[in-house]
């Protein structure tokens, strides 16, 4: 019998885990002034894509793509002035997100670092 390795989506507790990192996430970033006033007022949506694409990226089932095609986020994140400090206040907040809602401090470092890539990848300006 092979033991398939967890991914790190069933290691961080599945969908439950990803919508509690997003509902403690947005309030954070909306109150960051350095990338707060590049979110739309209602959040609802944005959360609701986050979800998807988060439980997508970490290895949970393809809801994004099933939904909205290939994520392409680099091209869907171009209309938006995305500096390296941006990327740093994004991530930052993604920290403080991981922290709220109690998450181990090994696992937290893992997602931090897994999602640093396409945070700093997303920098056009």
Partial sequence: MVIQ???LYERMGGAETVRKIVE???PI???NPE???LFPEDIRPVQEKQYMFLTQ???????YSDE???PMMRA????FPITRERAEAWLGCMKQALEKI???EELKHTVLERLSGPAFHFVNS
């Fill in 102 to 104: 109690g998450m181990e």
């Fill in 5 to 7: 390795p967890q991914s």
């Fill in 68 to 70: 909205y095609g290939h």
């Fill in 35 to 37: 990338i707060g006033p």
């Fill in 29 to 31: 970033v909306q109150e």
């Fill in 24 to 26: 403690a996430f947005y």
């Fill in 57 to 63: 990226f970490f290895g949970g089932p393809s809801l």
């Fill in 76 to 79: 869907r994140h171009l209309p």
